[in-house]
């Protein structure tokens, strides 16, 4: 069976904030992408065949917090990256909770551009 996402662009009006933030907060590097006739984009690592996705500036798209939900992967625990998201700058929407089955520990921020974005853990 094909995976159901493939691809997600959480969009941003300030991308090197933005950038900035999620880096810090994934303790990752971000891999710029700049395309004149797309926009900018800044790409999260992924192994094939996982999903992937970016921080976009490009176009019509506009930051919300009413939009679809992206959670990010932040492997053993929520409690250090929901840290570095609030010393970031975003806020915590919704505190850590535990989800049925073992399948984990989910919480939602707001990031500093208004979008709400999930973060998915083993642990709180």
Not at 1 to 20: G, L
Not at 40 to 47: L, P, T
């Amino acid at each position: 069976m094909d995976p159901v996402v493939t691809w997600f662009e959480i969009p941003v009006v300030d991308f090197e904030r933005s950038v900035r933030f999620y880096e810090s907060v994934l303790e990752t590097t971000l891999k710029r992408e700049n395309d004149p006739a797309m926009g900018e984009f800044a790409m999260f690592a992924v192994a094939p065949p996982g999903t992937a996705g970016a921080v976009a500036r490009a176009g019509a798209m506009r930051p919300g917090a009413d939009g679809t939900i992206v959670y990010l992967w932040c492997g053993a625990s929520l409690a250090a990256p929901l840290a570095r998201a609030r010393s970031a700058g975003a806020l915590v929407a919704t505190p850590p909770m535990q989800l049925p089955r073992e399948i984990g520990w989910v919480a939602q921020i707001i990031d500093p551009e208004g979008n709400r974005v999930g973060l998915h853990a083993r642990a709180a």
